[in-house]
């Protein structure tokens, strides 16, 4: 099963995991400064060691993956928007059928690798991709300085060229009025917290990102420590607050199930709105208030009603007014599942 | 069945009919000058027709009426609030189990005879009243003058002493935005139509009496035919708009199904709430959209989320708080029957 549509541990509140190596390879100009030839040679090297490298990996250019696709790419976290506009036709991607591992090329570095896995997962993840760095580098030479480390396009990747990050749910926090101290605590860590949609400091679906912000003068096993140690403090944080409502009994369940009731019924929804929704369902869910959805129900409903994966799903392309009708059609067929 | 839980015809817009007729005793005075004595009179000799009578209609003092079957009373429109209140404990009524005739004792006139039923029925409920004001003739000794008519209390009511009077829910004509337009031509007309909760134009629930102004100069069919061809007018009016939002068959199956999964689903509703999403799937339920209810779930719901039914119905005293929480389970009770 693709790792998204997974439950992993502490998945009340980690949605997933991630980490990725920012990698160059030796003796070909850093994006920033490279032709479309050099950008062509990496493109060469990587489909050539393809085979060698496994894991089930295929490799795929960007041109060839038609919009829509790209935009299920995009809406699983696996691509960067940036990269998938693709102006010069010279992006490509290594991927896997459960498409855990999921290798940029020629995004900002020559090679983004990059791991996933829902619930907190971030040992396995390091070394998963600890495991893949390795084996590409036996094939590739990468560019790599005894002083610096790794050699990045741009210079916050300098080092390690690590980035680690865990997607958290924070409804509860959000409800208590208490997301803007931890968000503030968190900055303060040497981390980066951020809300995935909308603007400003409230998340649309109450979903945040937690990442490192250091990549140089720290070892590989000591972002990954930093990153737990934080995350584990958020955790916490937010199932405070999820006992606090939950004293609340009747005002938890109404407001979990107004969002159910709303869901299940309506005959159209936009993204946003459905985003909305689902977070709060998402709480009922993780609290063992809402017992017509189950986790599986909850993550397939988050996936397929994005703008990319409901087209893909539904396999058309509709427009805005079609889908939010199509939307509400999929969570009916999903919730009855 | 009670008349209130029934459906009649035309009951899409027309929810009930009602046809009232003031009378006072001879050679007794007007409740306005009239003595504790006097009152005492007028029940006691209508406590002794009532066997003679007959409708199956019982003679209830108010004061041995109980606060909440009071209020019930007042909800189902059979009562008024004021003469609920019976300070001086001169109040009774006479009704019948299906409470479709309740006559009031002691209200602003001695005798205010009343008959009601569902959905549109002003010509059987003028026939019957007619014929219950025939027998009350000829037991006692109307006050009445060859010149004015029956003799009334207020002389608004000198005449026919008669108020007829429909239930009218105008969902689509508010939601279309032509309500004040339709409210405008019938008060033109010489009737009066004004919303039956909340203030102002728009009616909580949407629904508005229309009832006669005038009761003098004017025979008894002529009020009954004017009061007809007026509220067929309306109800011509009001399906039009339903045709018309209909056209937009997602946009209203979409408002339609909110109010109901809300309905469904909330654990918690105010009383004035509830009337509102009621409103809308009532108008649901009457263009055959909503499958979950049936006319008869919607009138048990529309009775048994009032305040004083509610409790009638759980037998027992609630604050507003518990009344919010037990609505809800009742909804959820009616909708699964």
Chains 1, 2 share one sequence.
Not at 71 to 86: N, Q
Not at 111 to 129: A, C
Not at 297 to 312: A, E, M, W
């Amino acid at each position: 099963m693709n790792w998204y549509l997974q439950n992993g541990k502490d998945s009340d509140v980690v949605i997933s995991s991630r980490v990725r190596l920012a990698r160059n390879l030796d003796k070909i100009p850093f994006k920033t400064r490279a032709s479309k030839e050099d950008m062509q040679k990496v493109l060469n090297k990587i489909e050539e060691i393809t085979p060698s490298l496994g894991y089930g990996l295929k490799f795929l250019k960007l041109k060839d993956i038609d919009d829509i696709t790209k935009l299920t790419l995009i809406e699983k976290h696996v691509i960067s928007p940036d990269f998938a506009i693709d102006k010069e036709e010279i992006g490509a991607i290594l991927i896997n059928e459960e498409e855990n591992i999921c290798i940029m090329i020629n995004e900002e570095d020559h090679l983004r690798l990059q791991v996933f896995s829902s619930g907190m997962d971030l040992e396995n993840l390091k070394n998963l991709i600890v495991e893949i760095d390795e084996k590409i580098d036996g094939l590739l030479d990468y560019a790599f300085s005894e002083q610096y480390g790794y050699l990045t396009a741009c210079p916050t990747n300098v080092g390690t060229g690590m980035r680690a990050s865990v997607m958290v749910h924070l409804p509860a926090l959000t409800l208590t009025g208490n997301i803007t101290k931890v968000l503030n605590v968190v900055n303060g860590f040497g981390m980066n917290i951020r809300g995935i949609y909308g603007e400003g400091t409230q998340s649309q679906g109450d979903i945040y990102q937690i990442s490192n912000n250091q990549s140089l003068g720290i070892t590989e096993n000591e972002i990954i420590k930093n990153l737990k140690t934080i995350t584990e403090k958020v955790i916490e944080q937010e199932r405070l607050a999820r006992k606090y409502l939950a004293k609340n009994q009747i005002e938890l369940e109404d407001r979990v199930y107004r969002a159910y009731g709303t869901l299940a019924f309506s005959k159209k929804l936009t993204s946003e709105e459905c985003r909305n929704l689902m977070s709060i369902i998402k709480l009922g869910t993780d609290l063992g208030i809402i017992k017509e959805l189950n986790d599986s129900k909850v993550s397939k409903i988050n996936l397929y009603t994005q703008v990319g994966n409901l087209q893909k799903y539904l396999g058309k392309n509709l427009d805005a007014y079609e889908r939010d009708i199509k939307r509400s059609e999929v969570i009916k067929q999903i919730i009855s599942e």
